[in-house]
């Protein structure tokens, strides 16, 4: 689906700021803050604002575009993989990682199954591990 189709699926007018904000996120690896963003994208867009880029993020997570992610300072970042996946939060680089397991959501699933939990249909797993990064220069491997 292009920019313009998902913007338009979510009742977003496909302007030249959206979409390139959208753009940005998809191309990016790491969970960006809204300045990381900005900075991202302003060299293109000389004209953009931080408040702009903070609006749009705030637009595109109200309409499900983009998904809302807490780091470990508080600080809150974006994260353009809008399918099921929990993170992984180094605490000493202040990095986000996605990792998906499906043999870990059939535990969690077989588990609540186990305790009767009742009244309660599961959506989505999303399964936060916090953690500190042995080596800052490696990257984290999920195997």
Avoid: W
Avoid at 13 to 35: F, G, V
């Amino acid at each position: 689906m292009t920019l313009r189709d998902r913007l338009a699926a979510a009742n977003l007018k496909a302007t030249h700021q959206r979409m390139t904000i959208l753009a940005a996120l998809d191309d990016c690896k790491i969970h960006p803050s809204p300045e990381k963003v900005y900075e991202m994208i302003k060299p293109g867009n000389p004209t953009i604002s931080l408040a702009t880029v903070y609006n749009t993020l705030e637009s595109f997570a109200r309409a499900g575009l983009v998904n809302k992610v807490a780091s470990i300072s508080g600080n809150m970042r974006y994260d353009a993989n809008i399918g099921a996946h929990g993170h992984i939060y180094c605490h000493n680089t202040d990095e986000i990682i996605d990792y998906y397991d499906e043999d870990l959501n059939m535990l969690i699933i077989d588990f609540f199954k186990k305790k009767k939990i009742g009244n309660l249909k599961i959506k989505n797993i999303t399964l936060n591990i916090n953690g500190d990064k042995l080596d800052r220069n490696k990257e984290v491997t999920i195997k």
